[in-house]
């Protein structure tokens, strides 16, 4: 129990330690980098968290230093960190896409086919979290080389698409959207009719603006 307790008592002070670099002296971060050992980068911090998880949300440009050392270091497990799940089941690109989608373009070519078809604890994929917090951005991830029908036709544990969310939440972007159908940029015409599990397509949660 004890062990237990300091434990929890370290991670809660070593991911202190680095939010406070991520913040303040990101920097610093970066050139000392390539002295942190094995240990420390594959640590899970408070709520599950690794180093890439609290980078998303509080500096994302420092993701692309971790990825070149992970590539650098022939030992360090890359798919430790890249595919790694917080307690909400978000991967680093969930926490991206609710707080940092600005940082989309600078880091879309770390973004992997098996990374962006993972889902959260309640089976949110990366589009549902986009169309809910930050639809501006969704046209432009819609067109990354890794969506595929899997992705766009996957639904959460009530059986809501992507676009069910959209329309719920942010039903200014829908027309948008359903132009990169009507264009054929994506042909997937046949998502606007599934139902989640009320019966509900889509269009039965497009709200008037």
């Given at each position: 129990?004890?062990?237990?307790?300091?434990?929890?008592?370290?991670?809660?002070?070593?991911?202190?330690?680095?939010?406070?670099?991520?913040?303040?002296?990101?920097?610093?971060?970066?050139?000392?980098?390539?002295?942190?050992?094995?240990?420390?980068?594959?640590?899970?911090?408070?709520?599950?968290?690794?180093?890439?998880?609290?980078?998303?949300?509080?500096?994302?440009?420092?993701?692309?230093?971790?990825?070149d050392l992970?590539?650098?270091?022939?030992?360090?497990?890359?798919?430790?960190?890249?595919?790694?799940?917080?307690?909400?089941?978000?991967?680093?690109?969930?926490?991206?896409?609710?707080?940092?989608?600005?940082?989309?373009?600078?880091?879309?070519?770390?973004?992997?086919?098996?990374?962006?078809?993972?889902?959260?604890?309640?089976?949110?994929?990366?589009?549902h979290i986009?169309?809910?917090?930050?639809?501006?951005?969704?046209?432009?991830?819609?067109?990354?080389?890794?969506?595929?029908?899997?992705?766009?036709?996957?639904?959460?544990?009530?059986?809501?698409?992507?676009?069910?969310?959209?329309?719920?939440?942010?039903?200014?972007?829908?027309?948008?959207?359903?132009?990169?159908?009507?264009?054929?940029?994506?042909?997937?015409?046949?998502?606007?009719?599934?139902?989640?599990?009320?019966?509900?397509?889509?269009?039965?949660?497009?709200?008037?603006?």
């Amino acid at each position: 129990m004890l062990k237990g307790v300091k434990n929890i008592f370290y991670l809660l002070i070593m991911s202190n330690y680095l939010l406070k670099l991520l913040k303040n002296d990101p920097q610093k971060l970066i050139n000392n980098l390539s002295n942190i050992n094995q240990n420390e980068l594959y640590t899970r911090y408070f709520l599950n968290n690794t180093i890439l998880h609290l980078a998303a949300i509080h500096y994302p440009l420092f993701i692309d230093a971790v990825f070149d050392l992970l590539h650098i270091v022939p030992e360090m497990n890359y798919n430790m960190l890249y595919n790694h799940r917080n307690f909400f089941g978000y991967t680093w690109l969930h926490i991206l896409c609710q707080y940092n989608m600005k940082y989309y373009n600078y880091l879309k070519d770390f973004i992997q086919a098996d990374l962006i078809n993972m889902k959260d604890i309640v089976g949110n994929t990366c589009l549902h979290i986009i169309s809910r917090f930050n639809p501006e951005y969704l046209e432009t991830f819609l067109k990354n080389p890794h969506i595929n029908n899997n992705l766009l036709f996957s639904k959460d544990i009530l059986g809501n698409t992507f676009l069910h969310t959209l329309n719920y939440y942010n039903p200014e972007h829908y027309n948008k959207i359903e132009r990169l159908f009507n264009n054929n940029i994506i042909d997937i015409k046949n998502i606007i009719d599934i139902k989640n599990i009320f019966g509900n397509e889509c269009y039965n949660y497009f709200q008037e603006y």
